[in-house]
C-alpha cells in the first residue's frame, strides 16, 4: 500500500495560500486607488433630455420582455426617475456616465412556474434610451446587465 505524502500536499496548499493572499492584497490595494468622480465630471457628464416616469417605465418593462423567462408573470415595484450618474469600472476607464436613473424591484415566475422573490435594478437612460442596466443582488453589489 502507498502512502500518501503529506509534506507535498501540505507544501502545495502553502504555495497556493501565498499566491492567493498575494492576488488579495493587490486587488484591495488597487481598489484604493480608485477616486470619486471631481466636481467639474459631473458637471461636464451629458445627461441628455429630461425622461417622463411613464417613459422609463416602458422602456424598462420592453427590456424584460427579452431578458425574463416569464414576462407575462412579471411584478414591477418602479421607483421615481432622477437625474444621476454611474461611473465605469477600472477596467472601462472610470468613464463617468450621466443620464436618468430609475430603480425597479422585479418579481417573476421562474421555469417552475413558481415566483422567486423580488430582485432589485438599476437602469440609467439618456435620451429616451436605456444605456445601462445592473442587476443589484441582495448585498447591493452591481453586476451589468445591460
Not at 488597487?30 to 470619486?36: N, R, T
Not at 461636464?44 to 429630461?50: E, F, H, L, N
Not at 422609463?56 to 427590456?63: G, I, T
Amino acid at each position: 500500500m502507498r502512502s500518501i505524502r503529506w509534506y507535498s500536499l501540505s507544501k502545495h496548499g502553502e504555495y497556493f495560500m501565498r499566491v492567493f493572499l498575494m492576488c488579495f492584497i493587490l486587488m484591495v490595494s488597487l481598489s484604493g486607488c480608485a477616486s470619486k468622480p471631481t466636481p467639474e465630471q459631473i458637471q461636464a457628464a451629458d445627461y441628455g433630455a429630461s425622461v417622463y416616469q411613464a417613459d422609463a417605465e416602458k422602456a424598462v418593462r420592453n427590456f424584460f420582455q427579452a431578458y425574463l423567462k416569464d414576462p407575462e408573470s412579471a411584478r414591477y415595484s418602479f421607483g421615481s426617475v432622477y437625474r444621476g450618474y454611474v461611473v465605469g469600472s477600472v477596467f472601462e476607464g472610470r468613464k463617468v456616465e450621466g443620464g436618468y436613473l430609475l430603480e425597479v424591484a422585479v418579481n417573476a415566475k421562474n421555469s417552475f412556474g413558481g415566483y422567486v422573490g423580488a430582485r432589485n435594478y438599476r437602469f440609467l437612460i439618456r435620451n429616451e434610451r436605456l444605456v445601462g442596466g445592473w442587476d443589484m443582488g441582495t448585498s447591493n453589489i452591481p453586476v451589468k446587465i445591460l
